[in-house]
């Protein structure tokens, strides 16, 4: 191989190493290493050949051509310069004109609201598979349109797991939102519930959860498998303030007690127990409540009597489903598939079981109060009012007493002139610690919470929901789309063209 051969192989090479070069940081500009490393190396190439020919590319520099060609070489670096500053304050200062005729790529008027309301920087770090980031990234990129101190960092669950420990993040594709010190962990990503989260964290104080103990509650500090200390972290990290209350010795609930939670008595309550109660909501408080099944009797009457006043009735039975349950639980442990779809605390959640539970139902057929979850219809399933049949394991349907499916097992109530809440369940052992993987049952309970504590303020945005979804092109797509538009295609125009201007100038 003589030297000539060798000097334009490397030519050759390190032209087609450019274009490579840029298609890379076009398509992958996340990836550093390989990026830089080709374009170094690509740099260095050059000085080598430079070097290895330097007479020939001496008298190359020297030429008029040359001269000519720098001088339009450092006016399109000039325009390019020009551009990229134009570009930089455009960025900075972005103007939208969004055509569409939902405006499906603008945020809500409430979002920019609470956008305009926070003074300090706002981060969104996404959790997810790298593949998957471009779906994110559109969403994310309106927030930090609208205000320029959002910060959207993105972290590959693969390659950063001390990240996913670091924030506690137990699901695929979620988001941490950051403001002030403060995190929330965003499960459903969309404008909702990233803009609820910033509400929550702007907030100056903590919504603070008052958890009745006396009556034989189930206890937040068991870490065993029969106690709630999962669900109580899980509280904690949303930025709720757990604390304890004894009715029996307070004359009233402060109204700083964003909810109550009564949660698996065994004990009865004392009248003045239910006084204070019954003050608490009659002055807008929030009543978080489950109540297992007494099969010895039932002790827990006055409590479900001031339950009832909000047109929620938990009766002291035991609901069986033999269609949807878990396996080998004789239908005692039914299985919700899907529960109300349109209401904030059950939206998106499905596959929730009940173990053990009352029955859950409306008064009269309230008006204020609703059933968000139920059984399959009769005769699969039915509300057994003699809970002994359980000690036997013979239960089945008796006409004259039982009550016939579909049987309620979590119902809500919202009194619009007191503003008193109720969530009510018919059993309290779904979220013990022995099913802390079963996460939709504690993210039912987290809903739960968040509606009664205010925490999801924007329950509704001012558009339309649009049943049309929307398309993500990923990060390499779009590096790939720009590489064939606005490289190749100019190119190969140009390269034409060159040879149209030639084969004419010998004609």
Sequence with gaps: MNKK?????????NVVLYFVAIGLWIS?????????????????????????DKPRFSFLYQSEQFKRFLVHAINGLLVFFILGLINYVSFKHPIQWDFTSRKSNTLTQQTAQVLKSIDEEVTFIVFSRKADFGSFRQLLELFKFQKSNVQIDFVDIELMPHLVQKYNVTKNNSVVVEYKGKNLIVEDVDELHLVNAMVRLSKREDPLIGVVTGHGEISWQEQSKDGLSALKVLLTNSNYLIQEIALSQV???????SVVVIWGPKEGFFDSEIKVLRDYLKNG????????????????????????EYDISISNDLVLDRLKHV????????????????????????????????SVMIVDNSEKAEVLAETTPFPASWADKNPKELLTGKMSYDDKVDTQGPIGLMAISSDKDTKAKV???GTSNFILNSYARFSKNFNLVLNSVAWLAGADELISFNIPTLRDEPVFISGPLIGTIFYFSVVFSPLILVIISIAFYRRRSKL
């Design 5 to 13: 051969f060798f000097i334009n192989l490397c030519l050759v090479v």
């Design 28 to 52: 992958i500009p996340d990836e550093l290493t390989i990026c830089g490393s080709i374009t170094i190396f690509n740099l260095s190439l050059s000085v080598f050949v430079f070097l290895l």
């Design 251 to 257: 004359n009233e609930i402060s109204s700083a007690v």
């Design 285 to 308: 408080g929030k009543l978080l409540v489950a109540l297992d099944p007494q099969i010895n009797g039932d002790k827990l009457g006055a409590l479900r009597k001031l339950i009832t």
């Design 327 to 358: 396996n080998q639980s004789n239908g005692t442990v039914p299985i919700v598939e899907k529960l109300n779809p349109d209401h904030p605390v059950t939206k998106g959640i499905e596959g929730v079981f009940f173990p053990l539970s009352s």
């Design 423 to 425: 969530v009510a369940f």
